[in-house]
Every structure is written in structure tokens, then in C-alpha cells.
């Protein structure tokens, strides 16, 4: 527990009254020294208080002022004056600057010797840094606790109760907890730590002070995990040591979370990838998925599909959410999971995406055939229907398909020579279609996409074009080449593709 000028003034064997300051009793009291020179400033810095015998303090008003300026300047705690001893008659202008500035200023009863001063400085630090150590030990047991087992959200719960302070783990964009099970931080101190970021190019430093509407708070990237920060509030926030081992036993458990969340996703992936190319037999399926998915039964179990650019830049929201709750597998621009049934709403929610969803599986062998279902569900989302489950295909958009075998008929008939061109010479054709489209037949934008010049673009479009028999100046032939491709995700990248 640090000391303060108040608990100065309050310990009775050294007979002090406040002069002058009463708005700086608050200060932080590190130290004390005498000095008789003119300007002590020069020999004491932040934190210490300076004792004197009233020696060195000038008589003349304004050398007065001047010399309790340079005092307050150097952030100097206080000033301790012996009573009776060689301070000038009048102190007056020396008590209105002091007040002025809310420096605080002392006399001290004759008979106490500045050496009482010291030793009650040095006790006081001794017993603060006591508590400090035994905090530090708790930290380190709870460390301990973790390796055993101990959940994360507990082990942020006792580290909570070693220091006396409220932890939050969180991600450090958004400021949302690292883990569903970690406690948020309130809405109030999470808009006013977004609004003190740092702009974008601007240096973030790795420790920083908040103002909060209620008190202050401490952040900290963790050196394990830069994209994760802890975030300390309360009456007593812990020194930067402390701290840093906080970070270091945290950073320590979300790294080993996060590599078991890696280890998670890319087993889930390599089963959805076996169960789509029925490598396993059913009893291996079986087992595997009960392992990964306990509890998790072919009744419930159904693929959803979501499709979109740039789906690996979501691999932290999938992570947080592998939870023994999905399997997840990630295929060019579509997202593939295997979840319960009722998870939907939730998953198109948190991942900001349209999900289309497959009838419950009721048979591994059914796995690759689900996937269709999901597939063609997902083609019949929109703005207003997020998510849209094979039963209810039954719906507003009935210029699509409506079963697989809908959908592959359709690309067949539309796409299937673009198709095959690309299987024969190579190419990538149907891709270009998509993305041309996509970006509403912008040539600048869909060339910037492929990574390819305009010309580029314009050559490979008059490829399509002659192959599939159909202009991109006619609205009726890009209308029947979208709702085609809608019927190409359907089919491609399954066994049997066209």
C-alpha cells in the first residue's frame, strides 16, 4: 500500500500539520531527504519530500514563490518545515503559492527528529512491498492451478482476487472478450477505450493509461498474442512489474488455448473433408466425430454453408468459436461447418454472414449430399434472409434451384462447356464469370480482385463469352449465367463434379 502526504500528517509520533496545499495530500510519498541548499529541485525528484530547517528558504516574498515553483516543477511530493528552528518570520507568500500550485507544505514539531520521517517512509515501503510479493506468489500459484486444468475464465477469476483488481482478456480490435466464458468489459469503459485508440500509423504504446468515466484503467497487448489485450481496472491498479507478470501468466494460457484452437480447426477440417469423400468407414466416422463433436448426434448434425471473399481473414472469429460446439473447414471462398441444428442464427450473427443450412444428416454416408443441400440453401439468401435451411426452399426466390439435381441440370445446360474448357486447357474461366459478375461487371474492379491487367480481363470475358454462347450486353444472358453459377456452387468441388 503506498504512502501519501496524508498518512504522513496522520501518523501521530511524528506531531505534523499541514500549512499549506491541502488539494496535493493525495501525492505519492517515495522518499524523504534534507536539504538546506537554495533550490533543492536540483537534488530531489518525483515522489520525495523534502525536510528542512526553514535554512535554505528565502525571506523575499517572490523568492518564496519562486522557490516553491521550482518545487512543484521538479514533482516533488512536499516540503516537511521544522517548527521554531531557521525558517524565516513570515511564510505567507511561500502558503499562497503553495495553495496556488496544491503543493503541500508541513511544520513539524521541534522535537521530532527528520530521521523519524525516513524510518517511517522505509516502513511503509517494506510493508508495501510485502503485499506485493505475496500477490506475486498468489499470481504464480494460479499460474500453477492453470496447468492442471484450471479454465481460463477461472484463472482470470483468481488472478482477479490476487491483485484486487477486475482483468479483462480481450481482442484487441473490437474489445470483446478473447473467450465467450471471459467476462465483457461495460459498455461505457468499452466506447471510451475505442475512442482512445490510437488512430491508424499512429505508434501504440505497449502500456497505456485510460481515463474512464468511473476511475482509470491499465491496458496491455499480450507478447504471446499482439491481437489480444488485457485491460485492469479498479481502485488500486497493480505497478507495471505486477503487470508484466500478469501478461506473462496470461499470455502463456492463451497461447496454449489458441494452439489447442488451431489443433481443433484443423482436425474438424481434415473430418468434414473425409466425411465429404467417404474415405472413412462408418464406425471410424463415428468415433471421430464423437471425439471432436461429443455428444453431437447424426439426428441433430447439419452442414451450413457460407461463401464470401477473403474468409480467412475471419480465422479469429472461427477459432473463438471452436468450442465443441462446430467443425469448421475452410474451401477457397466458401466456409463449410458441421454444427447442431438451431446454431444458425447464432453463427451467421457472429460471422456476419448469409448461411445456408443442409436437412439433419441422419447418415455419414449422406455427408456429401448434405453439403449440396447447404449449398443450394445458401444461393437462396439474401440481404433480408440471412440464413435460409434446405426445408424452406419453398420461398421468394423461385427462379432458383430447388434440389441438387435442379441445380446440376441447371449448370449443365448454362455452364457446363465453360466448365469443361477450364478442366481441358487449365484455366480458370468460370472463376473470372464469378468475380466479373460479383463486382457488376466493373472491369477495373473485378481486374483488381484477380490480381490481373484490364486487358487481361477483357480477353478472358470474350473467351466466356464465345464459349458459352452468351453476351455480356444482353441483360437475359447475364441473368441466366448468374442464376448458373448460383447452380455451380451446388456441384463443384464435390466427388462427381461435372
Not at 49 to 57: D, F, N, Q, R, Y
Not at 432 to 461: C, D, G, M, P
Amino acid at each position: 500500500m503506498s504512502l501519501h502526504i496524508r498518512d504522513l500528517i496522520a501518523l501521530p509520533e511524528l506531531r505534523s500539520h499541514l500549512l499549506s496545499g491541502a488539494d496535493g495530500l493525495e501525492r505519492e510519498v517515495r522518499w524523504a531527504h534534507v536539504c538546506e541548499l537554495p533550490d533543492p529541485s536540483e537534488w530531489l525528484g518525483e515522489g520525495d519530500v523534502l525536510m528542512t530547517t526553514g535554512l535554505g528558504v528565502p525571506a523575499e516574498p517572490q523568492a518564496q514563490r519562486e522557490y516553491v515553483q521550482r518545487l512543484a516543477d521538479a514533482g516533488i511530493a512536499g516540503m516537511m518545515i521544522g517548527e521554531h528552528m531557521q525558517a524565516p518570520d513570515n511564510l505567507d507568500a511561500l502558503a499562497d503559492c503553495a495553495q496556488q500550485l496544491g503543493f503541500p507544505v508541513m511544520l513539524t514539531e521541534y522535537g521530532v527528529p527528520f530521521a523519524a520521517v525516513t524510518r517511517a517512509i522505509i516502513d511503509a515501503n517494506q510493508k508495501e512491498e510485502y503485499q506485493r510479493r505475496s500477490a506475486l506468489a498468489r499470481v504464480y500459484e494460479s499460474a500453477r492451478l492453470s496447468i492442471t486444468g484450471l479454465s481460463l475464465a477461472a484463472l482470470v477469476e483468481r488472478l482477479e482476487a490476487d491483485i484486487q483488481c477486475r482483468l479483462y482478456v480481450l481482442v484487441l480490435e473490437t474489445l470483446l472478450p478473447w473467450d465467450e466464458q471471459l467476462a465483457p468489459l461495460p459498455d461505457t469503459q468499452r466506447t471510451a477505450l475505442l475512442a482512445s485508440r490510437p488512430r491508424h500509423g499512429e505508434q501504440q504504446p505497449m502500456l497505456r493509461r485510460h481515463t474512464l468515466p468511473q476511475g482509470e484503467a491499465l491496458s496491455i497487448e499480450l507478447s504471446t498474442d499482439q491481437s489480444c489485450l488485457l485491460v485492469v481496472t479498479g481502485d488500486r491498479l497493480p505497478d507495471y512489474g505486477l503487470l508484466h507478470h500478469l501478461t506473462a501468466v496470461l499470455g502463456l494460457e492463451v497461447q496454449r488455448r489458441q494452439a489447442e484452437r488451431e489443433r481443433r480447426l484443423r482436425l474438424g477440417s481434415e473430418l468434414i473433408d473425409d466425411l465429404l469423400h467417404q474415405r472413412l468407414g462408418h464406425e471410424q466416422a463415428s468415433q471421430r466425430l464423437h471425439e471432436q463433436l461429443p455428444g453431437l448426434t447424426l439426428n441433430q448434425a447439419v452442414f451450413s454453408v457460407a461463401r464470401a471473399p477473403g474468409l480467412h481473414g475471419k480465422t479469429e472469429t472461427l477459432l473463438r468459436l471452436l468450442n465443441e460446439r462446430l467443425l469448421v473447414r475452410i474451401q477457397g471462398e466458401e466456409l463449410i461447418l458441421l454444427h447442431a441444428d438451431g446454431l444458425q442464427p447464432l453463427l451467421s450473427e457472429q460471422l456476419d454472414l448469409n448461411l445456408g443450412s443442409s436437412a439433419p444428416l441422419q447418415s455419414l454416408q449422406r455427408s456429401a449430399e448434405a453439403l449440396r443441400e447447404a449449398l443450394l440453401a445458401c444461393a437462396h439468401t439474401h440481404a433480408q434472409r440471412r440464413v435460409c435451411c434446405f426445408a424452406e426452399l419453398e420461398t421468394d426466390t423461385p427462379w432458383l434451384p430447388r434440389t441438387p439435381d435442379e441445380a446440376m441440370r441447371a449448370f449443365r445446360s448454362v455452364l457446363g462447356a465453360l466448365h469443361a474448357y477450364d478442366q481441358a486447357q487449365g484455366t480458370a474461366l468460370l472463376q473470372t464469370l464469378q468475380v466479373f459478375l460479383e463486382e457488376n461487371r466493373s472491369w477495373l474492379h473485378a481486374a483488381k480482385r484477380l490480381h490481373v491487367h484490364k486487358q487481361t480481363l477483357v480477353y478472358r470475358i470474350r473467351r466466356i463469352e464465345t464459349i458459352s454462347g452468351r453476351s455480356m450486353d444482353s441483360t437475359a444472358d447475364v441473368a441466366t449465367l448468374w442464376f448458373a453459377l448460383q447452380s455451380r456452387w451446388v456441384v463443384a468441388d464435390l466427388p462427381n463434379t461435372p
